[in-house]
């Protein structure tokens, strides 16, 4: 899970304070950001813009192309314990994982723990794909509770692969188990991907604060091409933070409006949902009855997705298109 983004803290900080530091800047990221602009040649050029980057679809069918790679430059991935818990930084307090030392395939942080949520909609698909590794939490949860899905696992950095092989353990590949070193913007735009994917949880951030590192609505549709007939994409976003009302309003584009964002957990983060198939229309006690199940197999607060689901749908929204009207929950 390359991101800043699960939660920011002082690394000494205990995750209850978490929520009173959300706001506070990094003054490493900042001083990473100050470095990243004094390597470019002039304001803007090595950067291109949306439209400069992206050749139109209309030439190259559904999934649009970069004209000019992006160029990868990898903070220091660096490391802290608190409590029994070990944290993935890089080279910033901004923490990008974490792992209880007694539970290693846990799923350590709330937010994380959203991101299977899709679990609610849909059986364990055949495959499951993580764009951003991070701390492995949940490649490694995936790859240890479903024996009939194949996990991949996308991540650009490979001190990050080593760190998370390393000091968090995950296992190496097996028949179920494939970690990619390659851009996720590449994986999402090779032909090869389309139409093979039954759950996508993306991650995508880097040492600073500045949102997702792709988040275009280009990338966005080029994930719902990887998408089978029926499946989910759950995404990690800042609530606080600007790019999440643009992540939002590019998703709703990608995904025909049929998004819906849980409510921020207590580290800021806050998950959003998009659903690709057909129209859902699920009564509430379903998703409860199976709510229980996804807790009594896999140990994960699923009863909370479904009240965090429904406080956004009875509540007049304008960042999803589902209801609870009749008892159920629509999409």
């Not at 995750?15 to 100050?34: V, W």
């Amino acid at each position: 899970m390359l991101c800043f983004g699960r939660t920011k803290t002082v690394q000494h900080a205990r995750l209850r304070y978490m929520t009173s530091l959300i706001k506070r800047a990094s003054a490493e990221a900042r001083a990473f950001q100050r470095g990243e602009r004094a390597a470019q040649p002039s304001r803007g050029a090595a950067r291109c813009t949306e439209r400069d980057e992206y050749v139109s679809a209309a030439q190259h069918g559904a999934a649009p192309m970069l004209k000019v790679p992006r160029k990868a430059r990898f903070a220091p991935v660096t490391f802290s314990e608190e409590g029994g818990v070990r944290y993935l930084h890089f080279g910033t307090e901004w923490i990008q994982g974490a792992m209880r030392l007694k539970k290693p395939f846990d799923i350590e942080l709330e937010y994380a723990q959203q991101m299977m949520a899709w679990l609610l909609f849909l059986a364990p698909p055949k495959r499951i794909v993580q764009l951003g590794l991070g701390a492995a939490a949940l490649t490694k949860f995936c790859h240890r509770h479903f024996l009939r899905s194949h996990v991949d696992a996308v991540e650009l950095n490979p001190a990050v692969i080593i760190a998370a092989r390393s000091m968090f353990e995950l296992p190496p590949d097996d028949r179920r188990l494939s970690v990619l070193q390659i851009d996720a913007w590449d994986f999402v735009n090779d032909p090869a991907n389309h139409g093979t994917v039954g759950a996508m949880q993306i991650d995508l951030y880097d040492a600073t604060a500045r949102g997702p590192v792709l988040d275009s609505v280009a990338f966005y549709r080029a994930c719902r091409a990887c998408l089978g007939a029926a499946a989910v994409v759950t995404v990690n976003l800042f609530g606080d933070h600007p790019s999440f009302v643009r992540n939002l309003r590019h998703l709703r584009a990608a995904f025909d409006a049929r998004v819906i964002a849980l409510p921020e957990v207590h580290e800021g983060n806050r998950v959003v949902l998009a659903f690709s198939g057909p129209a859902l229309s699920i009564d509430w006690n379903v998703l409860t009855d199976r709510a229980k199940v996804i807790e009594k197999a896999c140990g994960l607060s699923a009863r909370k997705w479904v009240a965090a689901l429904r406080e956004v749908s009875d509540a007049p929204r304008r960042d999803a298109q589902d209801s609870a009207v009749g008892g159920h929950f629509m999409i």
